[in-house]
């Protein structure tokens, strides 16, 4: 990052004791109404839980942040939740 000139990279210390890539994880999209169906290779960082071989099957919904969670009660009930909110980079 540094070498294409970007105007603000850190370096943070970071304790990783013991890491093990466990087996590839498959991210599978179903039902797209413009593509179909589609992997993606995932992986999942720390202490993350699998879904298990059958996975989940929803609809997905977009909150910008936890804020939003009591307006749209709802809708939200049998769905996966994507929080698609800005990161705050001082935490």
């Avoid at 087996?23 to 599978?28: A, D, F, M, Q, Y």
């Avoid at 589609?38 to 804020?67: H, Q, R, W, Y």
């Avoid at 939003?68 to 009930?77: A, G, N, P, V």
Wanted: aromatic fraction near 8%; hydrophobic fraction near 40%.
């Amino acid at each position: 990052m540094m070498k294409y000139d970007f105007d603000t990279v850190y370096l943070q210390p970071v304790m990783v004791p013991n890491w093990k890539r466990g087996p590839v994880e498959i991210l599978k999209i179903t039902n797209s109404k413009k593509h179909g169906v589609i992997d993606f290779n995932a992986l999942a960082l720390g202490n993350s839980l699998g879904t298990g071989p059958k996975g989940v099957i929803a609809e997905i919904i977009e909150l910008k942040g936890l804020d939003e969670i009591e307006e749209d009660k709802d809708e939200i009930t049998g769905k996966i939740v994507f929080f698609n909110g800005p990161m705050d980079p001082t935490l």
